[in-house]
């Protein structure tokens, strides 16, 4: 039964998927466009922006999910995970990069924030359960 919910509850976040991959694409065109001529700033900037949209989405909707409980945000989370990673690998094989070109993006001294956007994915659903969870514990 647990699994069951689990499972419902991930696909029940298709709607939150669909808010996350259209402001990626657009975090990239920003990026391409109005953020490069901060030169090496592009790309933390991009990043941190990216991260900070993951987070407001999950804020907002996360608790928007019926029955949902604290486990069940990890397996979500871990779904966004592997999402997130494949379909920028799937965007660097279409390009003709190589597997190990995508492995660069998580090389911190070049700038590329990366490592952080696949670390906010994993983590944002527990972040939006909990702050859902502590916001209504303050009003009590």
Same mark, same amino acid.
């Given at each position: 039964? %647990?699994?069951? @919910?689990?499972? +419902?509850?991930?696909?029940? /976040?298709?709607? #939150?998927? $669909? +808010?996350?991959?259209?402001?990626?694409?657009?975090? !990239?065109? @920003? *990026?391409e466009t #109005?953020?490069?001529p901060l030169g090496a700033f592009s790309l933390p900037v991009s990043g941190l922006l990216l991260c900070a949209c993951i987070l407001c989405i $999950?804020?907002?909707?996360?608790?928007?999910i019926p029955g949902l409980q604290a486990?069940? %945000?990890?397996?979500m !989370? $871990?779904?966004?995970?592997?999402?997130?990673? @494949?379909?920028?690998?799937?965007m +660097?094989?279409?390009?003709?990069?190589?597997?190990? $070109?995508y492995l660069q993006t998580f090389d911190l001294s /070049?700038?590329?924030l990366w490592v952080l956007v696949v670390l906010t994915s994993l983590l944002a659903p527990s972040?939006?359960? *909990? +702050?859902t969870v502590f916001k209504s514990a303050s009003r009590t």
């Open positions: 039964d %647990t699994i069951r @919910l689990a499972c +419902y509850n991930c696909v029940g /976040s298709r709607k #939150l998927t $669909a +808010y996350i991959v259209p402001l990626a694409i657009l975090n !990239g065109i @920003l *990026r #109005l953020l490069q $999950a804020i907002q909707l996360i608790p928007r486990r069940d %945000t990890w397996l !989370g $871990a779904i966004w995970f592997c999402l997130t990673n @494949l379909f920028d690998l799937s +660097y094989l279409m390009e003709g990069q190589s597997f190990w $070109a /070049s700038g590329n972040i939006g359960f *909990r +702050y």
